[in-house]
């Protein structure tokens, strides 16, 4: 078997970093399952590098992949690893061309509003994926797809879920021109999400973690909604995490489905 | 203003330990935010230690801590903090003693099966604040509820929520004996949790992030039951987040409050 090269360990690395995975239009994928869920799937794989033991016992899995498989010792895998405990297999794959949205009159949209976290983010494209939300609009200056903690929050829901950075005005704008559904953002001053009557179908746009959604999109919001808290104590409690709220929207814009 | 001392610097490192702060009895909370809510608790403040700017512009609010209160600089701030970027305050606080639960026909409480992620752990812990359910009882090799992630996902709800460490079983029983209501669980083959008519009260066990729930508590739940996931793709969304979860179990057991 092949040995991971200096080099190759530093461009490895090199992608950790956002401007280099522009540059080169490539990601990584760390850990066995999100990696494995990647072989399988269409993207394009340009290099893997795993430890002696997961080599050998994924050999069979591996075999077509074979010019492009490395081997990697523990420290050289702690090296290229994003995380504290590394795990014992990394890819890089090819970013895909994002797909422009086709506004349907059946589909259910969600709209990230500037979120920061890419842990949030990443459990929000897992919160797609459960929910049948196949398109997710971030603004322009969300947190990154592609980093390794939204990668890794997604558990691999990245490959079936189409991620989309635009202006989210002009998105609406663009569904607006296609359906004959609305726009819904939550509010401090909505209506209570369990007394709502929810459509099937339409367009939601959660606000950034701190400071919620931003003006100029409030104004294109067709309904304003509300997540009751239920606390009783005098000192309320203060917000959702927005990957919370995201899950509660999705779950009660599809429960009577 | 006095300066912190290096045995005080290290003192403040050491607690980043569980196994140190279960010794003394002292957990760490960090930023502003919390901190705000810490001073304002019942909570017994041990030092507390912030950036000259910070000191400044709370001095009304720390005048009654004074002998408690030691300015840090930069570097030393970035020494005992336990996050990437550093805050420019944090505080010593005494573990309050966890309250046992008189079960009571009319609420809701919430059992964390060996959940492993502090984070999950904080995010759940918030959810319980939101949704009004004031105890929520983790078994005794769950995350730590004083590790300063599991704190910071809280957001400064673990001031609000009574969180025990004790055997499921054991509290299963006492519900029992205590209230007239029935003990719920998540497994793969539950009923829909949309088309399940829901208790306003109850005991609702949340499973590992991996494994779900241990076989000797599964035994103990009268309805299973299951969030349906509404993905068209032939490779399914595999699981949600069990925080995400949470939030949607605490929604749909709140929603016709």
Redesign the interface.
């Known amino acids: 078997m092949k040995q991971v090269s200096k080099s190759k360990i530093s461009f490895i690395n090199s992608l950790k970093l956002k401007k280099y995975r522009i540059k080169e239009k490539l990601f990584v994928v760390e850990g066995e399952k999100i990696v494995s869920e990647v072989l399988k799937s269409n993207l394009d794989i340009k290099l893997i590098c795993g430890s002696p033991e997961y080599l050998e016992k994924n050999e069979y899995d591996l075999e077509k992949f074979q010019d492009l498989v490395f081997e990697a010792k523990p420290e050289e895998m702690k090296k290229i690893s994003s995380f504290v405990t590394p795990s014992n297999v990394l890819a890089i794959v090819s970013m895909p061309e994002s797909r422009n949205i086709l506004y349907k009159n059946e589909d259910l949209y969600l709209a990230l509003d500037e979120i920061q976290d890419p ?1 949030n983010l990443g ?1 929000i494209i ?2 797609c ?4 939300i196949k398109n997710l609009i971030c603004s322009l200056n969300s947190a990154d797809l592609y980093s390794p903690k939204t990668l890794q ?1 997604t ?3 990245f ?2 879920v189409n991620v989309i950075y635009a202006n989210i005005a002009e998105e609406i704008v663009k569904f607006k021109n296609n359906t004959k559904n609305h726009v819904f953002g939550t509010f401090l001053n909505g209506e209570n999400i ?1 007394k709502s009557s929810l459509p099937k179908a339409g367009f939601i746009i959660m606000g950034n973690e701190g400071k919620g959604i931003n003006k100029n999109l409030e104004a294109m919001v067709d309904k304003k909604l509300f ?1 009751p ?5 005098d ?1 309320h ?5 927005v ?2 709220a995201s ?2 929207i999705c ?2 814009f ?4």
Do not use: C, K, P
């Open positions: 842990g459990t897992r919160i994926d459960w929910f049948g929050a558990m691999g829901a490959l079936r369990y997540i808290s239920f606390s009783e104590l000192i409690a203060e917000s959702l995490n990957s919370v899950a509660i779950s009660e599809r429960r009577n489905l």
